[in-house]
């Protein structure tokens, strides 16, 4: 056991010693030299990674873009569309409102028209049965010679 003891506090004496051993410049530089590669390593990682995400990013853009000149397409055809339908409401509307007034006014001077005719053929049968009159009654008198 003494044995067992002994060894064990040996291992751990050039352990200890081992660990609080002084890194010479040679380590040092080692270390710096590993840690570098490792430091470019990572940035060649990361900047794979930001260009893969920059063609993503791109390609994403590009597909919004589309649909973005797509949808104003459609929406420059839409007011397109009002733009016409309003104009043709426009049309009918004034139409609709000027159009009774037209028509009523022929349709007065029309029946005026007619009107006027009609008396005067009205006129002209007085003046004829007026006239036959004055004959009928021309005729009942006793002609004298």
Do not use: C, H
């Not at 410049?25 to 710096?32: A, T």
């Not at 009523?104 to 007619?114: D, G, I, Y």
């Amino acid at each position: 056991m003494k044995k067992i003891m002994v060894v064990s506090i040996l291992l751990i004496f050039i352990t200890a010693n081992l660990a609080i051993a002084e890194l010479t410049k040679q380590d040092l530089k080692e270390i710096e030299a590993l840690l570098d590669k490792q430091e470019k390593r990572i940035k060649e990682y990361i900047d794979l990674k930001i260009d893969a995400v920059n063609s993503r990013i791109d390609a994403v853009e590009k597909t919004v873009n589309a649909r973005i000149d797509a949808v104003e397409k459609v929406v420059e055809e839409g007011q397109e569309f009002l733009k016409w339908m309003i104009g043709i409401l426009t049309a009918v509307v004034v139409v609709g409102i000027t159009l009774p007034p037209i028509w009523q006014e022929r349709r007065e001077r029309k029946a005026s028209s007619f009107t006027q005719s009609v008396m005067a053929k009205l006129d002209s049968l007085i003046q004829r049965v007026a006239q036959l009159e004055q004959e009928v009654a021309d005729l009942k008198r006793p002609k004298i010679y």
